[in-house]
């Protein structure tokens, strides 16, 4: 099975600042890296999906990239409405993996 | 408007059995990879199940194969995941989810989720 592992688990962070949040896979994936955020009580929504494509309706400062075994997300300026906790998923192969979540928290 | 409604969970006793229903519209059921995600109370998400188009190919995560069944009836636009010996550690909202059309492997549509309590 592909292991993902996030980092940070958390970090603290003010409007307007850039963040950036890694995930690595225990094996290389050649497609289905995906990024998602979920705010408390509701469901995941997609942000990023093959790495580095922006979800239709998702605001252009989130944007992905990477390959292999090493991906990023990043958020340009940090709005009020980011603070949340985000998730990557890799789909490369079955079972599909999610990695612990990086939870966005307001400076 | 493409939606995905989830029905079905509630309070079961440890080893006993649940069937979830996710119901879809507004879009073409029988063209999309379909999954269960769960997430327990405080945790992060953990894929469960998936099912293809077809019902050709059906995966599980080990923490439920052998108890777990995902199917669907793309007659009537549903997806189902009957669970059986229930254990305190299956207590989790379920969300169902569809994936992007092939071949890009992601979710993009997600029900409201539907919770479910295994507790004697």
């Known amino acids: 099975d592909i292991q993902m592992t996030q980092s940070p688990s958390s970090v603290s962070a003010s409007v307007g600042d850039r963040v950036t949040i890694t995930c690595r896979a225990s094996q290389g994936l050649s497609s289905g890296l995906a990024w998602y955020q979920q705010k408390p009580g509701k469901a995941p929504k997609l942000l990023i999906y093959s790495a580095s494509s922006l979800q239709s309706g998702v605001p252009s400062r989130f944007s992905g990239s990477g390959s292999g075994t090493d991906f990023t997300l990043t958020i340009s300026s940090l709005q009020p409405e980011d603070f949340a906790t985000y998730y990557c998923q890799q789909a490369n192969s079955f079972p599909r993996t999610f990695g612990q979540g990086t939870k966005l928290e307001i400076k | 408007e493409v939606q995905l409604v989830e029905s079905g969970g509630g309070l079961v006793k440890p080893g006993g059995s649940l069937r979830l229903s996710c119901a879809a519209s507004g879009f073409t059921f029988s063209s999309y990879i379909m999954n269960w995600v769960r997430q327990a109370p405080g945790k992060g998400l953990e894929w469960v199940s998936s099912?293809?188009?077809?019902?050709?190919?059906?995966y599980y995560a080990d923490s439920v194969k052998g108890r777990f069944t995902i199917s669907r009836n793309n007659a009537q636009n549903s997806l189902y995941l009957q669970m059986s010996s229930l254990r305190a550690e299956d207590t989790a909202v379920y969300y169902c989810?569809?994936?992007?059309?092939?071949?890009?492997?992601?979710?993009?549509?997600w029900g409201q989720g539907t919770m479910v309590t295994v507790s004697s």
């Open positions: 099912i293809s188009s077809g019902s050709n190919y059906i």
């Open positions: 989810a569809r994936d992007k059309p092939q071949p890009i492997y992601a979710s993009d549509i």
